[in-house]
């Protein structure tokens, strides 16, 4: 089986050869692709370094899936040229997420959007991933009427330069190429990604219409609002959830201990719940601080968080491939 990964010099690629030799997915031929200038270049992949190419190499030689890492644009570009040969691509950049004709999967949630005829398949936002995981199956018990969240997201969701401008200011030293309008050492960027018309951000916005499309609720009320914080790694959230339906602590509890992918942290007496050094290197999604919202009915307040760059990026992608292995779809 001839896998490519596009973006493979990337943090998230990276991290996609690193979970694919962890689950040991079947790989007779890994295929790393990236920019010109990393060309010729090598990657590590079970214990041997192997050799990057171009895109054009790599579309020759016409691998059965290509995991896309590389960004809307490269995406948009090429991801149909591999379609043409017969691969199915996963990409995780925004490009496809909301075409009406491209799945957006979460593996738990709605991989049953997934169809035979399907030869891209869109890798959700790594806080879309996360909120879904947790709100889906609550969504079945006690049906969502209206979600507020509040993101507190890693510098490395925006990239590995954003992670050298917080250790370099960490280190007391003027950022060399900042990622950020303003320093995020000591500091909270409620900025994620550009500002819209409606004042929000992509990345509020990508909250709101990825979860409507990804849990089949199109009317779904969710307003959401995105912090850069100086953390390394690991997203988390607060979020306000009021049901439809009458439920408890304890039920919820309950609906989430039995979610698969799903781990329940909640004993604030013994100082136990989630928190990004928990969530570092683990492919679960983390869930605690479970408690009635006194000021409303049917409402509930929810603490998620989760390593973005594996559930929120790279192991989901890659959950994906070992399904469509898994059903056959080569």
Same mark, same amino acid.
């Given at each position: 089986?001839?896998i490519?990964?596009?973006?493979?010099t990337?943090?998230?690629?990276?991290?996609?050869?690193?979970v694919?030799?962890?689950?040991?997915?079947?790989?007779?031929?890994?295929?790393?692709?990236?920019?010109?200038? @990393?060309?010729?270049?090598? &990657?590590?992949?079970?214990? =041997?370094?192997?050799l !990057?190419v171009?895109? #054009? +190499?790599?579309?020759?030689l016409?691998?059965?899936?290509?995991?896309?890492?590389?960004?809307?644009?490269?995406?948009?570009?090429?991801?149909?040229?591999f379609?043409?040969?017969?691969?199915?691509?996963?990409?995780?950049?925004?490009?496809w997420?909301?075409?009406?004709?491209?799945?957006?999967?979460?593996?738990?949630?709605?991989?049953?959007?997934?169809?035979?005829?399907s030869?891209?398949?869109?890798?959700?936002?790594?806080?879309?991933?996360?909120?879904?995981?947790?709100?889906?199956?609550?969504?079945?018990?006690?049906?969502?009427?209206?979600?507020?969240? @509040?993101?507190?997201?890693? &510098?490395?969701?925006?990239? =590995?330069?954003?992670? !050298?401008?917080?250790? #370099? +200011?960490e280190?007391?030293?003027?950022?060399?190429?900042?990622?950020?309008?303003?320093?995020?050492?000591?500091?909270?960027?409620?900025?994620?990604?550009q500002?819209?018309?409606?004042g929000?951000?992509?990345?509020?916005?990508?909250?709101?219409?990825?979860?409507?499309?990804?849990m089949?609720?199109?009317e779904?009320?969710?307003?959401?609002t995105?912090?850069?914080?100086p953390?390394?790694?690991?997203?988390?959230?607060?979020?306000?959830v009021k049901?439809?339906?009458?439920?408890?602590?304890d039920?919820?509890?309950?609906?989430?201990?039995?979610?698969?992918?799903?781990?329940?942290?909640?004993?604030p007496?013994?100082?136990?719940?989630?928190?990004?050094?928990?969530?570092? +290197?683990?492919?679960?999604?983390f869930?605690?601080?479970?408690?009635?919202?006194?000021s409303?009915?049917?409402?509930?307040?929810?603490?998620i968080?989760?390593d973005?760059?594996?559930?929120?990026?790279?192991?989901?992608a890659?959950?994906?491939?070992?399904?469509?292995?898994?059903?056959?779809s080569?």
């Amino acid at each position: 089986m001839r896998i490519a990964v596009v973006g493979a010099t990337g943090l998230v690629g990276r991290k996609m050869l690193e979970v694919l030799a962890e689950r040991d997915v079947l790989v007779t031929e890994l295929i790393p692709v990236a920019s010109e200038r @990393s060309v010729g270049s090598t &990657v590590r992949f079970k214990n =041997k370094d192997v050799l !990057v190419v171009g895109m #054009e +190499e790599a579309i020759s030689l016409k691998p059965d899936f290509a995991l896309f890492s590389a960004g809307g644009n490269i995406s948009l570009q090429w991801a149909p040229n591999f379609t043409e040969v017969g691969t199915t691509v996963i990409d995780n950049s925004s490009a496809w997420r909301m075409d009406k004709d491209v799945p957006l999967v979460v593996p738990e949630v709605n991989f049953d959007t997934i169809e035979p005829s399907s030869k891209i398949i869109a890798n959700p936002n790594c806080s879309t991933i996360q909120l879904v995981m947790a709100l889906y199956p609550l969504h079945q018990h006690f049906g969502l009427n209206r979600v507020v969240v @509040s993101t507190y997201q890693s &510098v490395s969701g925006t990239g =590995k330069s954003a992670i !050298v401008q917080l250790e #370099e +200011e960490e280190a007391g030293v003027e950022a060399s190429k900042p990622s950020y309008h303003h320093n995020i050492h000591r500091n909270c960027i409620p900025h994620c990604d550009q500002f819209l018309e409606n004042g929000y951000t992509k990345e509020e916005m990508k909250l709101v219409h990825e979860s409507r499309k990804i849990m089949g609720i199109p009317e779904l009320r969710l307003t959401a609002t995105a912090v850069r914080v100086p953390v390394i790694g690991g997203h988390s959230e607060s979020v306000n959830v009021k049901f439809d339906r009458p439920t408890s602590v304890d039920e919820i509890r309950r609906v989430l201990f039995a979610c698969s992918g799903v781990e329940v942290q909640d004993n604030p007496s013994q100082n136990i719940y989630p928190m990004p050094l928990i969530a570092y +290197e683990k492919d679960a999604v983390f869930v605690g601080r479970i408690r009635k919202d006194e000021s409303d009915e049917n409402t509930f307040n929810l603490w998620i968080v989760s390593d973005n760059l594996r559930k929120g990026a790279a192991t989901n992608a890659i959950q994906i491939l070992e399904r469509l292995i898994t059903h056959g779809s080569l």
